[in-house]
């Protein structure tokens, strides 16, 4: 072979790899952007903001029993209270003596009062009943999870079970109370008539959180008024 024929050869295999090159660094994935950044060991913080929503899970609302005066109520929303604990003094109103129409609706309300009273206490004997049932159930169901005679599941069950009786008797015991208060102003409601009226004090029914206050200082109020919730 000839030294021009191969040196045209030599050119044009030359040629077709450099052509390959070229096909091949236009084939090849194009590069992207990133950040970078050193890397570091630190405390590591994680945040999540939600709206959040508060659930009163019983709401009680103490009111005047009847008209009268209210003293400087010294709770504020925020303060938490226990069953029995004093709220408000409030002093009934001294109105000339009832007729006998309204002394007949003021005995029928002690009447009421007493009536729900009585089906108050007999609630709570009855939830009372089912709590201690539901508390025994769950020491028995206990003793027979931990000789591995029973489930998880069938000992989670009787232990909600027994909170839900629990909680039920607390309702019932809360309620026995408010309808104390109530008995309580439907007799003030009664003797207010004579200018002797003493003065009362409105006990929280139930321990929780005072949520609201109507009234701050002294003042007259109608029966029925909003003090606290």
Do not use: C
């Amino acid at each position: 072979m000839s030294k021009p024929r191969r040196l045209r050869r030599f050119l044009w295999g030359g040629l077709g790899l450099l052509a390959l090159v070229g096909v091949g660094l236009a084939a090849r994935p194009k590069p992207l952007a990133v950040e970078t950044a050193r890397v570091r060991t630190g405390p590591m913080q994680v945040t999540l903001d939600e709206q959040g929503l508060t659930r009163l899970h019983d709401r009680y609302v103490i009111s005047a029993p009847v008209a009268g005066q209210i003293a400087r109520i010294g709770l504020e929303p925020g303060d938490r209270v226990e069953a029995g604990e004093p709220l408000v003094t409030f002093a009934p109103a001294t109105p000339a003596l009832l007729d006998a129409r309204a002394s007949a609706e003021g005995e029928a309300g002690v009447r009421v009062a007493e009536a729900a009273l009585t089906a108050a206490r007999a609630e709570r004997a009855r939830q009372a009943s089912i709590a201690a049932h539901g508390a025994a159930e769950q020491r028995r169901m206990q003793t027979l999870y931990d000789d591995g005679g029973l489930s998880r599941e069938a000992l989670e069950n009787t232990q909600a079970e027994a909170r839900a009786g629990a909680d039920a008797l607390a309702v019932a015991t809360a309620n026995v109370r408010q309808a104390e208060e109530q008995l309580a102003a439907a007799r003030a409601a009664l003797s207010s008539a004579t200018p002797s009226a003493p003065a009362m004090v409105l006990r929280a029914p139930i321990g929780g959180v005072i949520v609201s206050r109507r009234h701050e200082s002294t003042a007259v109020v109608p029966a029925g008024e909003e003090l606290l919730v």
